[in-house]
């Protein structure tokens, strides 16, 4: 056996954070979760199908309240209501809450709590790994939506390609925003998944309906002013969609998401440096 | 540092009115312990508090009172330390879908070090633990002693000072019980120092004489305890075998006078024994001649070291 080992620098925050991704991803795209959700991504991708397959058998075209609606529409109104409203948030909820809670569980965060690493890199390489994962999961979605829908009624592809483009990027920002304040929730607060839920599918779309600053104190409020999309017009849908787009401007909004991501990534990795982690035996 | 056995040095653990609560409930109470360089064994029943003071020792826990210091520093919050030392727990809990090789890598690699030495030390761990033949099996398709070996693995990878070991036989065929308790045994030889926990007494006493015996949040007492050993012939010793063939190996057992009881489990048999140094020699080379079938997984409940401790605490 040689000599023991002299005391070796020890690697950086995003050093081993870098680490930590490597070492979580291949884990978490396997996950139960990654394939149950993958099972949900393919409800928007079913549905499209569905409004292709009657929008070919109706020449007339398709319509919303008796609007006309073009394929970049409908794209749009799905982007907004299905990804940013529904799947995002659930994406975040279930992997932001889970991000530590999964290594407890499992007990396996003794492997990483017992090496020469901030405790901190562990959240943000599985915060990294998180992102990548349901980006590669979102990914496959959006493009099946995007290529069943956008011809509808002769739109082109082509020209709605920089469109999708920046709705990818609008997902990322999303994903990564509510994946950031459900990480503070899971490393902060007991019972985080139903207080995830809450804060998504209760507090979100409550605030939202009414004017004033509570809004403020959402991820969707910034959102939406990211959605560049047209909506159909004359109809209770678009009414109720204007109503929705009372939206700061794209600089600010996209300040704001930064500012969010950044405070409440910070808050999780100082509560996961300060925290025990206690496993049952 | 130089971590020699028997040497005036820096002791590896100073522990000073340590406790931890949980609560309302008492994790360990008021502890105040030097551990010197070398091997030393933590000794005692479950729920004694043993893995409360592993976890303070490797400073996943912050202590509700008291301080702690490894290897001469603070080890709560303080990751640098980490390069000294190595921990192998005791939970079975791994990334099932990783082969040993990448697991032991990619733990190695939050080390610091890059990836063709990670993968370097990584096989050399391995090799330490007779386990690289099956570095490219998963994880997930080990038996229970692979398992505890590719965690001794991912402990020593990183050739650490103090290697810290939690229940580290638990679950082992003898073959690789007598390894690993060789190795350990090196390991200290070669002026490393462990810290080994167990609730078999028959363990320890196999690996050092220098022993830490913990009841009830409480240690009763430390050094090098000869009038335990005397304690073992008082207490039968019971011992849980899993094997091909146990009905052949409980009509071996029985032509042996140290052999006091056995009774079938499932695919098991379970033996009490009023010798367990005799009875594990002779069950050790069983396994390894091979002629009764192979020997799965030997381990033992803690009763009789429950005895043990009960009969410390009334005298």
Known sequence: ?281 | MTGEPGTRAEPIVLADHLSKWYGQVIGLNDVSVTLPPGITGLLGPNGAGKSTFMKLVTGQLKPSKGSITVLGEPIWRNPGLYTRIGFCPEQDAFYERMTGLEWVTALVRLNGVDDTEAAAMARRALETVELLDAANKKIGAYSKGMRQRVKMAQALAHDPQLLILDEPLSGMDPLARRKTIRLIKEWGRAGRSVLVSSHILHEIESMTANILLINQGRILAEGNVHQIRDLIDKHPHSVYIKADHTRALAREFLGHDDVLSLKFEGEAVVVQTGQPDAFYSRLTDLAASGELGAIHEVTSPDDNLQAVFQYLVKS
């Open chain 1, 1 to 281: 056996m040689s000599a023991p080992a002299t005391r070796r620098a020890t690697p950086s925050v995003f050093t081993s954070a870098l680490r930590i991704f490597d070492l979580s991803l291949g884990q978490m795209l396997w996950s139960r979760r990654s394939v149950f959700l993958g099972l949900l991504l393919g409800g928007p991708v079913l549905l499209a199908i569905a409004l292709r397959v009657v929008s070919a058998l109706y020449a007339s075209g398709f319509r919303i309240n008796g609007a006309q609606a073009a394929g970049p529409s409908v794209f749009g109104m799905m982007i907004w209501l299905l990804y940013i409203r529904f799947i995002v948030p659930v994406l975040g909820v279930f992997y932001g809450t889970s991000l530590i809670a999964d290594e407890v569980d499992d007990k396996t965060i003794t492997y990483l709590f017992t090496r020469p690493i901030p405790r901190r890199a562990v959240l943000f390489g599985k915060f990294l790994a998180y992102l990548v994962c349901t980006v590669l999961l979102v990914l496959p979605s959006v493009m099946f939506v995007f290529f069943l829908i956008v011809p509808i009624g002769g739109s082109g592809i082509g020209e709605a390609f920089p469109a999708l483009l920046a709705d990818l990027a609008m997902l990322a920002i999303g994903l990564a925003a509510y994946g950031a304040v459900f990480a503070l929730v899971g490393t902060r607060l007991k019972r985080p998944l139903i207080i995830g839920l809450v804060f998504a599918f209760g507090w979100e779309p409550a605030v939202l309906l009414f004017p004033g600053y509570l809004k403020r104190m959402t991820v969707a409020y910034y959102l939406q002013a990211l959605v560049r999309h047209e909506m159909p017009q004359d109809s209770a849908v678009s009414m109720l969609l204007q109503v929705f787009r009372e939206v700061p401007s794209i600089p600010v909004s996209l300040a704001s998401l930064a500012v969010i991501i950044g405070v409440t990534l910070w808050l999780a990795g100082q509560a996961v440096e300060q925290r025990e982690f206690v496993l049952d035996q």
